[in-house]
């Protein structure tokens, strides 16, 4: 059967999949509500197409903290990608290469930052957990940095590990043939057995729960890479970020993993991008899967976005081949909204190509009886 969309990786990543894998990937904190939310919120926004516009040339390209990239959409750190493929993010980096874009490799991979520089050339971000030991911490961004990464995305929502129900029952931990690559000769990339989650467990001895904003400009005196902080939902946190130092900001709400029942990260995009005051870009991960999202997502001010789950479910599915088919199908999906909108290129994309449900009530989507 051909695949016709992003969404159908999911399916085939289940089957293929042990489930204590699976159910990984796939799963939200408790009772899931924010894992919904982050897709039903996309449906609530709705198109101000405008007709009669030339669109026989389209522009995609955008520029990533001054890297130039084919399109707004870019790979979010996805952990242990090696449990979905032998190749793991060595075929994810080369798929993110080949679709001219950017991958953000996790802290919590099973390639290291030398390995995935090794694949070839392609702009890298690193997506960096704090560490109760700052050596490690220091270490390790020295290590991107040498291995030609161009920007940290600095994960802020996690001083402890949000309750996955599905990662307890399973008792999930990383199968034995893989470890942690970049901890590796630290003794902290083995995660062991727990009697519940062998993450969360890992997560509360090893991570810094003390992680404050001082923290933000310490990193910046140990790096010259550029600082994006993942994680921000509120304005008032947007603000700090831009006081911090901070080159962007990732509104993210950890593929609804962390704490359940924060908004959708569509829903908190435009507080986030007011308080930003165009200051530093803002960009948007979480239930991003057509390209109608993406158009939203800018319309509503995103810079750009980051997909997780798409690529570690395609990546299960078929490897490298099938993490380029979502890029490519993203793309295509992307570039036909913006035809069909009447914009040619991301400047032309704006608030006014979009309604949403908590725009203005002579405006609403459902008239009231």
């Excluded at 929502?157 to 043939?177: A, H, M, Q, Y």
Aim: aromatic share 8%.
């Amino acid at each position: 059967m051909e695949i016709t969309n992003v969404n159908e990786y999911e399916a085939i990543a289940k089957e293929k999949l042990p489930k204590m894998v699976f159910d990984y990937y796939a799963s939200g904190a408790e009772d899931q509500w924010t894992l919904q939310e982050n897709r039903n919120a996309f449906s609530r926004i709705l198109f101000r197409p405008r007709i009669l516009i030339d669109v026989s040339k389209i522009d995609m390209t955008t520029t990533v903290l001054g890297f130039k990239i084919s399109m707004p959409i870019m790979v979010a750190p996805t952990a242990m990608q090696k449990m979905a493929h032998p190749e793991g993010e060595y075929a994810t980096a080369r798929a993110a290469s080949a679709a001219g874009t950017i991958m953000t490799l996790s802290s919590w991979a099973t390639s290291s930052v030398e390995e995935v520089a090794s694949t070839g050339p392609g702009i890298r971000f690193f997506q960096l957990y704090v560490y109760k030991d700052r050596n490690v911490v220091a270490q390790l961004v020295r290590r991107a940095e040498r291995a030609g990464f161009k920007a940290i995305a600095l994960t802020v929502d996690t001083p402890r590990l949000g309750r996955r129900e599905s990662d307890i029952k399973n008792r999930f931990t990383l199968p034995p043939n893989l470890t942690l690559k970049n901890f590796e000769g630290l003794d902290l990339g083995k995660m062991d057995e727990a009697n519940d989650s062998g993450l969360a467990s890992y997560v509360a001895g090893q991570i810094d729960r003390t992680l404050s904003w001082k923290d933000v400009q310490w990193l910046q005196t140990i790096t010259k890479l550029p600082i994006l902080v993942k994680g921000v939902l509120t304005a008032e946190d947007a603000r700090m970020a831009v006081q911090a130092g901070a080159a962007g900001i990732i509104v993210s709400n950890h593929g609804a993993r962390q704490l359940d029942y924060v908004p959708a990260t569509i829903i908190a995009l435009e507080e986030v991008v007011k308080a930003a005051q165009g200051k530093i870009p803002v960009f948007l991960d979480g239930g991003v899967r057509r390209g109608t999202d993406v158009f939203k997502a800018l319309a509503l001010g995103a810079s750009g976005i980051f997909i997780g789950r798409p690529v570690v479910f395609s990546l299960a599915a078929e490897g490298e081949a099938g993490v380029r088919k979502v890029l490519q199908m993203m793309r295509e999906e992307f570039e036909l909204t913006m035809a069909l909108s009447g914009c040619t290129s991301l400047k032309e994309i704006t608030r006014n190509h979009i309604i949403t449900d908590w725009d203005a009530p002579q405006a609403r989507l459902v008239p009231k009886l």
